[in-house]
């Protein structure tokens, strides 16, 4: 569950280049609710994810996670019960240490930590974990990150994060960086993830097909705020044209020629 209560984040503050990236802003998310995120470039959506993890200071507001006050915890306090993953494939692993190291550090953090009684028998969960993304990475533990793909990376990078069941997963682009097919493959573990686990997701997309098709709720940004929140049957019955439409009115005219939004 989360609770972001008229959460301000003010870059370069008293500065001329002063900018509140978050303006305000407040939503409720309960336990198991899956959010996709859409809005503009700079609409402040990776922004309100580092304000959910920790990552940038707030300049005013609360963020409560499973019904703890989180507002003043560091982001390494924080990291054990949020877990995220970013555009970037090399972001989310340690691309010099080995496949199972990077799934032995990251099933040390969580609410649910993996700790078996023995070693080896923590190494035969891990394994038995990687070959459910069926990429077959279990007959590749002992090599480093760095010689996966970006799709595998990716799989593995959400595996990581998702795997001890977090409070809250971030999803930042996560797939945007790949090609169609790996995007695919990424975007059905992401399915089985957050259904398996049932857990609490924002995931920002650019795809609005995307956004309409998976989670159970969708949240459009502009300029630090929500400007549109849509869930249930408005959500089943929305289209890209529509979003497209709100998107324009939000904006103003001058972008209403904008087409590279239905990318
Ligand atoms: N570290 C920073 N220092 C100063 N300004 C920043 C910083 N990070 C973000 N901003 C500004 O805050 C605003 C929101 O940025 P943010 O990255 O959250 O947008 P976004 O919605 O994720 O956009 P995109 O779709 O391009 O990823 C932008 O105006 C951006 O320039
Ligand atoms: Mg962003």
Redo the contacts with the bound molecule.
């Keep these: 569950m989360i609770v972001v209560e008229r959460l301000t984040v003010v870059f370069n503050p008293g500065t001329p280049d002063e900018r509140a990236a978050i303006d305000g802003l407040s939503i409720n998310v309960p336990r198991g609710q899956w959010i996709s995120v859409i809005g503009s470039?700079?609409?402040g959506?990776?922004?309100l994810?580092n304000a959910i993890a920790g990552s940038v200071p707030t300049a005013a507001g609360r963020i409560v996670l499973d019904g703890v006050d989180r507002s003043g915890d560091p982001e390494y306090r924080r990291a054990r019960i949020v877990g995220r993953v970013r555009?970037d494939p090399s972001a989310g692993t340690a691309p010099d240490m080995t496949v199972i190291d990077n799934m032995a550090l990251a099933s040390r953090k969580g609410p649910r930590r993996l700790l078996p009684a023995k070693p080896a028998s923590l190494k035969r969960r891990l394994v038995e974990r990687l070959a459910e993304l069926g990429m077959g990475l279990e007959n590749r533990t002992e090599e480093n990150v760095s010689r996966l793909s970006g799709g595998q990376r990716q799989a593995l990078a959400l595996l990581m994060a998702a795997m001890t069941e977090p409070s809250v997963l971030l999803l930042?682009?996560h797939t945007a960086a790949l090609d169609p097919r790996n995007a695919d493959i990424v975007m059905a573990l992401t399915r089985r993830f957050i259904r398996d686990y049932r857990l609490t997701a924002l995931m920002?997309t650019h795809d609005m097909r995307r956004a309409l098709a998976d989670g159970d709720r969708l949240i459009m940004m502009h300029e630090g705020g929500i400007v549109a929140d849509i869930a249930g049957e408005d959500k089943a019955s929305a289209t890209v044209e529509g979003l497209v439409r709100l998107f324009r009115d939000v904006r103003g005219e001058e972008y209403a020629e904008d087409r590279d939004l239905l990318s």
């Design positions: 470039n700079g609409a959506k990776t922004t994810l555009q930042d682009e920002v």
